[in-house]
């Protein structure tokens, strides 16, 4: 059976990774953080480091998607990548592109901002949150990628989260007819 991929999608702290990852515990399968977190410090980055982790991300999504029990709950995807190098860089190296057409999700998870800001010393985009959720959910329109939209507390958020993932199981374990 196919493995079903669910990326945690949205700007910075809105909690996507701590969601990811209770989701990968509760459903008991694999998670893939967000590489970027693991290769660099500051936003003062080039653009031979963005296609370095816009591989990184994709190898390890393709790696964990061996090991996964069904789902695999990913903290980010390409187009981040690719939102956050035109953001900081004013470009996009074509890479990125074609490493994106490499995964496809099997649902969109949209954070929105409605929850607070927390530093820690990398995001570095509170006065932005705006801009980047109407960047971020036109990345998806263009795409005609649809998305579910986490909003509310974390509680809510929470429950919304785990209802969706289970629609998806009750739905990959139905036999076909």
């Known amino acids: 059976m196919k493995v079903k991929k669910i990326c945690f999608y949205g700007p910075e702290s809105t909690g996507k990774t701590s969601m990811a ?4 515990k509760i459903f008991e399968t694999e998670f893939v953080p967000e590489v970027a977190r693991e290769m660099i410090i500051t936003n003062n980055f080039t653009l031979d480091q963005i296609v370095s982790i816009g591989k990184r991300q994709t190898e390890r999504i393709l790696e964990k998607e061996k090991t996964a029990n069904k ?33 496809q999700f099997d649902l969109y998870l949209l954070f929105d901002i409605d929850v607070p800001w927390v530093a820690d010393g990398l995001r570095d985009l509170p006065h932005k949150r705006e801009e980047m959720f109407y960047i971020f959910r036109q990345a998806l329109e263009t795409r005609n990628i649809p998305c579910v939209l986490v909003q509310g507390d974390y509680n ?21 007819l």
């Open 21 to 24: 990852m209770r989701m990968a």
């Open 156 to 176: 809510t958020r929470n429950n919304l989260v785990k209802e969706e993932i289970e629609k998806m199981l009750i739905n990959y374990t139905r036999p076909a």
């Open 71 to 103: 789902l695999l709950m990913c903290d980010t995807d390409l187009i981040t990548t690719q939102i956050y190098s035109q953001y900081y860089l004013g470009v996009v190296p074509p890479e990125l592109y074609l490493f994106e057409r490499q995964i």
